[in-house]
């Protein structure tokens, strides 16, 4: 039997899922949608399934196995707790929450429901690359990691939609997310330093470096640029005591000719992580499925919370901005 699922938030990665959910992958069916744009939604509703005009209804709804949130961050909340209280799997687009405090309602609610049934959309962790990097971290046979540096770099953001401090509390959440998992380790402090601005990006707060100060005593040092203008280009790279592991440029083909030696540069962040979106939906099905969720939980959203918290302080005060986080729940670990 499929796992029927309920679809909040149609926009551009909404209608993404939607497409993958029903025409890329397997045991899956997307039986409910809803928008705060009711046309929209009815015009992206694949055949058969139902337009919501109220999230409650969609969540509650006999129909509706599991659900996947694709609305803007202020509402997921609201949406996440609805699901908990209803005893569903949810797949929850980042950020998971806006604020610290909503983060900590969303813990609650879920440590006492007693079994996981969040996972937070930070797809990098699936993806084949990140994922051959941290077993070559795990292994052991490069030593001790000392130094991650992560570069995301975006060709042009939306003018208009882009602030200033996104770069800081919604690009920045990869980054901290993928450094987390990959040093297996917990980030203490942040600190945000602001090179010369790139005239591409008008007032935009832009190139950024935030450097993150792990538990472990390791540095994560993030270069976040949204105006590089020649295309996604996503790095990474961990120095350990006996040597360096790093991703492999995407895609890996090299052309040599009479115009030189080059690489082509996805366009966007579809395109560089197609493949990740499909296998971490994947896993989350058959989670899903089976009545629980695994993958980046809410204990990844709440520290990723956290640290854009941390780096949108750091940015103002030009100090180290420490971070202050709860015992980790049981149910977490």
């Known amino acids: 039997m499929s796992l029927r699922v309920g679809v909040i938030g149609t926009g551009m990665i909404?209608?993404?899922?939607?497409?993958?959910?029903?025409?890329?992958?397997?045991?899956?069916?997307?039986?409910?949608?809803?928008d705060i744009d009711e046309n929209r939604a009815?015009?992206?509703?694949?055949?058969?399934?139902?337009?919501?005009?109220?999230?409650?209804?969609?969540?509650?709804s006999e129909t509706v196995d599991a659900v996947v949130i694709c609305s803007w961050g202020a509402a997921h909340e609201e949406q996440l707790l609805e699901c908990i209280a209803a005893g569903k799997p949810v797949f929850c687009e980042k950020p998971m929450v806006i604020s610290e405090e909503s983060a900590l309602k969303v813990l609650a609610a879920e440590v006492a429901y007693g079994k996981r049934l969040v996972q937070v959309g930070f797809m990098r962790r699936f993806d084949a690359d990140y994922r051959r990097l941290k077993a070559v971290i795990d292994g052991g046979t490069l030593g001790t990691p000392l130094m991650y540096h992560s570069t995301h770099r975006n060709p042009s953001v939306p003018e208009g939609l882009y602030t200033s401090d996104m770069p800081l509390n919604d690009t920045l959440v990869h980054d901290a997310d993928i450094s987390r998992w990959l040093l297996s380790d917990e980030?203490?402090?942040?600190?945000?330093?602001?090179?010369?601005?790139?005239?591409?990006?008008?007032?935009?707060?832009?190139?950024?470096?935030?450097?993150?100060?792990?538990?472990?005593?390791?540095?994560?040092?993030?270069?976040?640029?949204?105006?590089?203008?020649?295309?996604?280009?996503?790095?990474?790279?961990?120095?350990?005591?006996?040597?360096?592991?790093?991703?492999?440029?995407?895609?890996?083909?090299?052309?040599?000719?009479?115009?030189?030696?080059?690489?082509?540069?996805?366009?966007?962040?579809?395109?560089?992580?197609?493949e990740a979106y499909d296998q971490e939906f994947r896993e989350w099905i058959a989670a899903a499925s089976a009545?629980?969720?695994?993958?980046?939980?809410?204990?990844?959203?709440?520290?990723?919370?956290?640290?854009?918290d941390a780096a949108l302080r750091a940015v103002t005060s030009g100090q180290r901005e420490p971070i202050k986080r709860i015992s980790k729940p049981d149910l977490y670990n």
């Not at 009815?42 to 999230?55: R, W």
């Not at 629980?292 to 959203?301: K, N």
């Open 14 to 34: 909404g209608q993404d899922h939607i497409r993958r959910l029903t025409k890329v992958l397997q045991g899956v069916e997307v039986v409910a949608v809803n």
């Open 42 to 60: 009815t015009a992206i509703a694949p055949e058969g399934a139902k337009v919501f005009t109220s999230v409650k209804e969609l969540i509650h």
């Open 187 to 274: 980030i203490d402090a942040v600190e945000v330093r602001v090179p010369r601005r790139s005239t591409r990006g008008g007032e935009l707060r832009d190139p950024t470096i935030v450097l993150l100060h792990m538990a472990s005593g390791a540095i994560v040092d993030v270069e976040i640029s949204v105006n590089i203008a020649y295309g996604y280009d996503i790095r990474g790279e961990v120095s350990c005591e006996l040597g360096v592991a790093a991703l492999p440029n995407r895609p890996a083909t090299v052309i040599s000719d009479q115009h030189g030696i080059r690489q082509a540069i996805p366009e966007d962040w579809r395109e560089r992580f197609i």
């Open 291 to 308: 009545g629980t969720a695994t993958g980046p939980s809410a204990w990844d959203g709440y520290a990723a919370t956290l640290t854009a």
